[in-house]
């Protein structure tokens, strides 16, 4: 029962704590060891995390086409007494696994599942090595994070059934968030509407979560489609209309452009089509863009000088021109009581135990690609992420969009190595070894016990909702950047993930012939330069 501002919304959410949501009364003793117990069992239950962190590694599914991974994922969640609900919002990868108890909060935990376009890399070797050369692969660390969310989830349900605790886990992917391109569908359609937290986990290297507006961008992503007319190059070139000329203009003048944008936004554009063969004039063309910007305002205000170029383009040219939103991602703002809650258990759980092999790796890929810093893996933990006070521009995620719908925070758990280029081969090679193995039970440990927390500490869902209504919504207000006829674009990557597939799919983990995926490679841990 989501805790509104309304008059009735209010009433309900006194009814709610006074009796629905009351669960059994706990000192914090008690609390504290079962918190102690949940961890245990995320602990007992590692060699499962390692499995499923190395199977999701070796499908290197992209975005849209996440097929493999969500048969995998939704099949073990099913045998563990989840429903499972699929096709959402019209996505056929996207999913949503519930599993309740009764009455009481209802908890959203979600990450991320797609790889990244020629990332394919073998696991635990410190150079440029793909697996099938130009493929997808695992550089941005997806396969890791649903697994450590099922890790916790499947301790927390051992504890909730045993305590008869009540309450509701829901466990969902985010499906292409390399195109930024399902959940804002989810939060138009209303699967967040019912939701009283939401804890988003997030590969990184080194456990962590803030509160506040965080660094980075929202972005709106625009294709641009021209249509002109055919001719022949050579003998009637003036009977043609070129789009591709018009496509070209639009992105000449937003080059022009960028020299008076503010120094926050920032913006990327690629072809998508530029035409058949030099001898015919391009009947068809399009170009496809990010704009980013640190607030809402920004995004849409870049949005609308690109829909000008883009007409005026049309008009020197003489061809037509539509556009269609491809993704959306608000920037993010996330929840201080979470992220303190959240942020005690990060300090008991601390950070995993780094053997030499581990370091010895990861100083190895740092000097490969250049990094600043030669130090290898984290040993100190991070401080708790404070409030960004002045903005900074860089990446988006999709996640700010359910983070304007309920309380939310993204934690960040070692499973990577400091100091890489992100979007590239080098952020594979950890993500089937055991870096990424110990950093998802660390951060599946501490999702466990924040669950654990707000499922016996009343007070702390109701203050996460009062920072929420009266302190992040107080100046800005969620505005959906997607209209109702605006669908998902669940045909991108096909023809690449299709491509590749065949040869990919000699490459799967067999689970039930290699304890790792390294073993069933061949690779000796670690395999660094002579």
């Not at 949005?303 to 539509?322: C, E, I, P, R, V």
Request: a negative charge; one cysteine or more.
């Amino acid at each position: 029962m989501k805790q509104r501002t309304t008059l009735c919304a209010f009433a309900c959410c006194v009814f709610a704590l006074s009796g629905v949501y009351a669960q059994k009364k706990r000192s914090n003793k008690q609390i504290e060891k079962l918190k102690t117990e949940v961890a245990t069992i995320v602990e007992e239950n590692k060699k499962q995390s390692q499995v499923m962190v190395d199977k999701i590694f070796s499908f290197s599914e992209l975005g849209f086409q996440e097929v493999e991974s969500s048969k995998y994922l939704t099949g073990i969640l099913a045998e563990n007494g989840f429903e499972i609900e699929n096709s959402i919002s019209g996505i056929p990868t996207a999913w949503f696994a519930t599993w309740s108890n009764g009455e009481g909060p209802t908890i959203a935990l979600g990450s991320d599942v797609d790889c990244i376009p020629k990332a394919s890399q073998y696991p635990g070797v410190a150079y440029h090595k793909p697996i099938v050369e130009g493929a997808p692969g695992h550089g941005e660390g997806h396969n890791s994070g649903i697994p450590m969310n099922i890790s916790s989830a499947l301790a927390v349900k051992k504890i909730m059934e045993r305590e008869n605790i009540g309450g509701t886990l829901l466990v969902w992917p985010g499906i292409a968030e390399e195109l930024v391109a399902a959940k804002a569908w989810y939060v138009r359609d209303g699967r967040f509407d019912d939701i009283d937290m939401c804890i988003f986990t997030h590969v990184g290297n080194n456990l962590g979560v803030s509160y506040g507006p965080t660094r980075g961008t929202g972005l709106i992503s625009v294709e641009y489609a021209f249509d002109g007319e055919a001719a022949h190059s050579a003998g009637s070139p003036w009977r043609g209309k070129s789009a591709l000329d018009a496509a070209e203009l639009m992105n000449i003048a937003w080059n022009y452009k960028r020299e008076h944008l503010h120094p926050l936004k920032r913006s990327h554009s690629i072809f998508t089509d530029s035409g058949d063969q030099p001898n015919v004039v391009p009947s068809k063309a399009a170009i496809w863009f990010y704009f980013r910007d640190i607030k809402y305002e920004g995004i849409m205000e870049m949005y609308a000088m690109a829909n000008d170029m883009a007409k005026g383009a049309a008009l020197m040219t003489g061809t037509t021109m539509t556009s269609k939103v491809l993704g959306t991602a608000w920037p993010r703002h996330y929840n201080k009581v979470i992220a303190e809650t959240m942020y005690s258990n990060i300090k008991e759980v601390g950070l995993p135990e780094w053997s030499d092999a581990d370091q010895q790796l990861a100083k190895a890929v740092q000097t490969e690609v250049n990094s600043e810093k030669i130090e290898g893996l984290p040993v100190k933990l991070d401080e708790l992420g404070l409030p960004v006070i002045e903005p900074i521009s860089g990446g988006s995620d999709d996640i700010g969009d359910i983070s304007w719908k309920v309380p939310t925070v993204t934690l960040r758990y070692p499973s990577n190595i400091p100091g890489l280029q992100g979007h590239h081969w080098s952020n594979a090679i950890a993500m089937a070894t055991p870096i990424a193995h110990k950093g998802v039970v660390a951060g599946a440990k501490v999702e466990a016990m924040t669950i654990i927390d707000f499922l016996l500490k009343p007070d702390l869902m109701k203050g996460a909702w009062d920072y929420f209504n009266n302190e992040q919504q107080k100046e800005t207000k969620y505005q959906p950047m997607i209209s109702e006829s605006d669908m998902p674009p669940i045909y991108l990557n096909k023809d690449k993930q299709d491509q590749f597939r065949p040869e990919l799919e000699k490459f799967y983990y067999d689970e039930s012939k290699y304890d790792t995926y390294l073993e069933q490679l061949g690779i000796e841990y670690p395999t660094l330069k002579e």
